[in-house]
Nanobody
């Protein structure tokens, strides 16, 4: 069973930077995709995709975030990162990491516990 544990986040001023981390443990092999999602603190806001990266390091970014956010992963450490630069107040949200793949022909999708990012002066 795959588990994800997140770290990082916190309070940052507009224009600042933060790096989020997400470490995976458990049975991990074969092709998989890790990603970052976020959910803003508003009743009508749904969880939105930020970026994904495959085990082959193919990346995908939300068009609105491309250029400010960078997703990466350290395969040796089973750790996913999200480097966030030039942060804006509208980036305030709970950020979740995810992992999806297949183990023994069974598909899985797991979430991290979430971490709060607040951009405010």
């Amino acid at each position: 069973q795959v588990q994800l544990v997140q770290s990082g986040g916190g309070l940052v001023q507009p224009g600042g930077s933060l790096r989020l981390s997400c470490t995976a443990s458990g049975t991990i092999f074969g092709y998989n995709v890790m990603g970052w999602y976020r959910q803003a603190p508003a009743p009508d806001k749904e969880r939105e995709l930020v970026a994904t990266i495959s085990s082959g390091d193919d990346t995908y970014y939300s068009d609105s975030l491309k250029g400010r956010f960078t997703i990466s992963r350290d395969h040796a450490k089973n750790t996913l990162y999200l480097q966030m630069n030039s942060l804006k107040p509208e980036d305030t949200a709970i950020y979740y990491c995810s992992m999806s793949g297949t183990v023994n022909s069974l598909e899985y999708f797991v979430w991290g516990q979430g971490t709060q990012v607040t951009v405010s002066s």
